[in-house]
């Protein structure tokens, strides 16, 4: 696995120690810590992740990798990207968060294109997936405009943040994603 990803704009890399302070900036924000299923208690438990996946061996699977999007002009950090290949290498899962004050300006959306073309690319893999709290509408929007479909609606499937929330489940196939047949 390569150690980043570049895009038009943008820079895409795995979390370091040095990005801990602006990831738990944002990712601690009400309004991005909502639908998030990790939400660091502090920029010590950012940094700890990042030592921790630092010494993994390149393409571990059924480990979460957390990438961070940096704009390129600006060295940035906007947000961050996750992924996690299941143990047989087919289906990956994937996961998103950018800062407020970075939404709406197409940086999510070129951040996933490149990081969901280079997995199935590098891993071979048939399927890649996502699950949304439905009521999360930026995310639905999003994985629709990359082409996900709606493959099911899990009603009150999850217990999560003290109450049960629905769980839509989303995927693109490989034979699907423009570029990787």
Request: aromatic share 12%.
């Amino acid at each position: 696995m390569p150690a980043y990803l570049n895009t038009e704009r943008l820079l895409l890399r795995p979390i370091s120690t040095e990005d801990a302070q602006a990831v738990y900036s944002y990712r601690s924000l009400p309004e991005v810590a909502r639908y998030q299923g990790w939400v660091p208690a502090s920029a010590e438990e950012v940094a700890v992740y990042a030592n921790n996946m630092a010494d993994l061996p390149a393409d571990s699977k059924e480990q979460w990798w957390q990438w961070v999007i940096i704009n390129q002009p600006g060295q940035t950090l906007l947000g961050d990207l996750a992924f996690c290949v299941d143990a047989d290498g087919q289906q990956a899962e994937l996961g998103v968060a950018v800062a407020p004050h970075y939404q709406g300006q197409g940086y999510a959306t070129e951040a996933l294109r490149a990081l969901i073309s280079h997995l199935f690319q590098h891993y071979g893999l048939h399927r890649i997936h996502v699950s949304i709290d439905p009521r999360n509408q930026p995310s639905v929007l999003l994985f629709e405009r990359l082409g996900f479909r709606h493959e099911g609606l899990l009603k009150q499937s999850l217990w999560f943040k003290g109450q049960w929330c629905d769980d839509l489940l989303m995927a693109v196939l490989a034979d699907e994603w423009p570029g990787s047949s």
